[in-house]
């Protein structure tokens, strides 16, 4: 039976609330114990991490990732996309279903799981259409999707714009415990707009997508969920005026969840004013304000989770006009970095709440077996050195595609080993 022994780190597991300095041992792919908890001989492994100084934490778990295969292999490949995974310390990452043709059918769902298998780097789970092709006509085969394996359901990139297909959808799959990802905007008073609606926009001459377009959905999607019992996730927060209807719906008991992007908390439609299309995104960069409010959704768990929303485009993609290029960045190799930069390192969240939200939270959402070290559970750890500094560099990045407005920053904290199922699958350097 082949162990590891990953010794004298700083281990945080906000599932058993342990945050202490300890050993954890790790036999055939399950995590066995941590310290003499469960009476095992710590001292002897076949292999073992010298972990002093490093966070060890379960698993980060990505629950909003564009892999875009099948249809886009140009932008990334499932293989490619779980490679960055595991760079930036992510051993589980759910892909969103708006590949060409769309994850809507149980071949779909098969394809993803047997490529992620012969990629064989981190876990793939699998999010699937809510509606048919994803246009919004008729619900997707619920019931067969949930039997090929799919975690949750969502149209991301486009919102379910009819809310009697809404509200079917989420009576459908509160009978399967299943929740909706939903991305959140109203087309009509989007459309068109590049950035943020606003003063920046004014001045830039370029069109704005108004903060009403994604609070108006939220608070339909809010009102449907209530009514019918069922599981909303809202995708992407970026208002102010989100955060504050998704704390007054928790408040009243309706079941929602809600997840925020490192770049939704770190920049603001300032940043536009270089007309940079990597710094084009829906839902766009919004005002300072919109930014504090979502950390101190983030802070007062009002936003359960942070997501990357990884979204790789080619860089001749990217390289088109502002009004032509397409929306999204990349995230996953570095939202570690920025959220210990932008939230730890400014003290605005501890260290378990910034691992609750990167693992713990996004994995009981999903309902899949991760995001803790309790003995038994699946042994997927990363281990973080919070102190280390870097600078990022996009031609180094494991993605196909280098489209990040981060280039060049320095930040602090970063994934220095990935582990999935007791087996060392990333070591920087």
């Known amino acids: 039976m082949a162990t590891l022994l990953i010794r004298g780190g700083r281990v945080i597991d906000p599932a058993q609330n342990i945050d202490r300095i300890d050993d954890v041992l790790v036999r055939d792919g399950l995590v066995v114990s941590i310290g003499h908890d469960g009476g095992q001989p710590l001292g002897r492994a076949d292999e073992t991490i010298e972990a002093g100084g490093l966070i060890v934490a379960p698993g980060l778990v990505d629950m909003h990732v564009h892999l875009r295969e099948p249809g886009r292999e140009e932008d ?16 589980s990452v759910a892909c969103i279903p708006n590949t060409e043709p769309p994850i809507d059918t149980q071949a779909a769902v098969e394809f993803i799981h047997q490529k992620a298998a012969r990629a064989d780097t981190c876990n793939v789970f699998v999010v699937a259409c809510v509606s048919r092709g994803r246009e919004g006509k008729e619900l997707a085969e619920i019931g067969r999707l949930v039997e090929a394996g799919a975690v949750a359901f ?26 909706i990802l939903a991305h959140e905007e109203v087309l009509e008073l989007s459309r068109g707009g590049v950035m943020n609606e606003g003063l920046v926009s004014l001045l830039l001459g370029l069109p704005g997508m108004p903060a009403a377009a994604e609070d108006v959905m939220i608070g339909r999607d809010v009102t449907l969920t209530e009514a019918t019992g069922g599981r909303l996730h809202v995708m992407h927060v970026s208002t102010a005026g989100g955060v504050a209807l998704i704390r007054d719906a928790k408040r009243r008991g309706v079941r929602v969840t809600a ?27 919004r005002t300072a304000a919109d930014v504090e409010a979502i950390i101190e959704g983030l802070v007062d768990g009002t936003i359960d989770c942070i997501a990357t929303d990884h979204a790789p485009h080619a860089r001749e993609k990217k390289m088109l006009e502002l009004d032509r290029a397409p929306f999204g960045i990349l995230g996953l190799e570095t939202a570690v970095g920025l959220s210990v930069t932008r939230l730890v ?10 691992i609750e939200s990167l693992s713990t939270l996004p994995a009981r959402i999903l309902g899949i077996n991760r995001g803790t070290l309790r003995p038994g559970a699946v042994a997927d750890v990363t281990l973080i050195d919070p102190e280390r500094s870097w600078q990022v560099d996009i031609n ?34």
């Open 154 to 179: 969502s149209d991301d990139g486009a919102p379910v714009y009819d809310a009697e297909l809404m509200r079917r959808a989420l009576e459908y799959c509160r009978m399967f415990d299943k929740p």
């Open 345 to 354: 390192a400014t003290g605005r969240i501890g260290w378990p709440r910034l």
């Open 396 to 429: 180094t990045f494991r993605s196909k595609s280098v489209n990040s407005p981060f280039h060049g920053w320095t930040l602090r904290g970063r994934a220095v080993a990935t582990i999935v199922g007791g087996r060392v699958k990333y070591r920087l350097g």
């Open 76 to 91: 990334e490949t499932i293989e490619t996309g779980t490679r960055a995974a595991l760079a930036g310390g992510f051993t």
């Open 259 to 285: 997840e925020a992007c490192p770049h939704h908390f770190t920049l603001t439609d300032e940043s536009l004013r270089g007309f940079d299309s990597n710094y084009k995104m829906s839902p766009p960069l």
